[in-house]
């Protein structure tokens, strides 16, 4: 492979999309927790994400199947929020997502969830909310090494039916990605990365910065516009011993920098949605 330079090529096939984006750091709550290999006990990670284009705000509750005991519960989660990881014990829990502010309402979706001894697991809803769905990605959280980054792509826009996913040095990230589904981890070079975006006869181009020893998905959602945006988080990073999630907005929204103060705001609002 060629000696790695500052600014590299992606190449990603979806209908349109944008992206200015960069890893987001930990949580600071979150900073003392094992990751998933390390864990001794029989425990396991979990976290969620709200994938739904019109779908507005819902609380989640996750609740052991068994005596019913509430978990944990996130409130007002909105379109493009993804949790942070939960350790939680190993065992089958019941995922429950309602309308924001109205606990006593049916739930929109409802589905059992398992978490298995230290394995790390994302359970997402997504598509239209007249036919939601929900599914559960397995998450491979082992960091790829200095100088490299892990990747892959979540495919939940509704105006896309496939996305492909490739490196200019030819590695694949994703080949016909269906709707609904993840692809397979991908190892590229840690760096800032040029995104040619293109699809249905329409290009475009994006950054994003991917830090070095770190492990991503990259979540093809659908814009404000109607048309498509590639939002990247965090899943594991060198600069901490946990698993990271960050809550990125499907909508074309940007993070920077963990030092820097717009960060930082996110990192306010997800630990308020954790109560």
């Known amino acids: 492979m060629p000696a790695p330079r500052r600014t590299r090529t992606l190449v990603v096939g979806a209908l349109a999309a944008t992206l200015v984006a960069a890893t987001v750091g930990l949580a600071p709550q979150a900073a003392t927790a094992a ?4 864990t001794t006990s029989d425990e396991g990670w979990l976290r969620v994400g709200h994938l739904s284009p019109d779908t507005k705000g819902v609380d989640v509750e996750l609740s052991s199947l068994s005596g019913g005991k509430k ?60 036919s939601l769905k929900t599914t559960a990605f397995t998450d491979d959280l ?6 490299k980054a892990k990747l892959r792509l979540v495919q939940a826009a509704t105006t896309a039916k496939k996305v492909d996913v490739s490196t200019s040095e030819g590695t694949a990230v994703a ?10 981890y991908a190892t590229v070079d840690a760096g800032k990365w040029t ?9 475009g181009t994006a950054k994003v ?31 901490a ?4 999630g960050g809550v990125q907005t499907g909508g074309g929204g940007a993070a920077a920098d963990p030092t820097t103060q717009a960060v930082h705001a996110v990192i306010a609002t997800l630990r308020s949605l954790f109560r």
């Open 209 to 239: 910065d991917l830090a070095g020893n770190t492990v991503s998905t990259l979540f093809v959602l659908d814009d404000s516009k109607g048309d498509l945006t590639v939002v990247p988080v965090t899943d594991a990073a060198a600069t």
């Open 142 to 147: 082992q960091q790829p090494g200095d100088g």
């Open 241 to 244: 011993t946990t698993p990271s």
């Open 35 to 38: 990751t998933p290999a390390a």
């Open 175 to 184: 080949e016909g990605a269906a709707f609904g589904t993840a692809t397979k």
């Open 71 to 130: 978990v944990f519960e996130l409130d007002d989660v909105t379109y493009g929020q993804v949790s942070p990881y939960q350790q939680l014990p190993v065992g089958t829990y019941v995922l429950s997502m309602r309308a924001a502010n109205a606990p006593d309402s049916t739930p929109v979706i409802s589905t059992d969830v398992t978490v298995d001894k230290g394995d790390a697991s994302t359970v997402v809803a997504y598509g239209k909310n007249d």
């Open 195 to 203: 995104l040619d975006v293109s699809g249905s006869g329409q290009q």
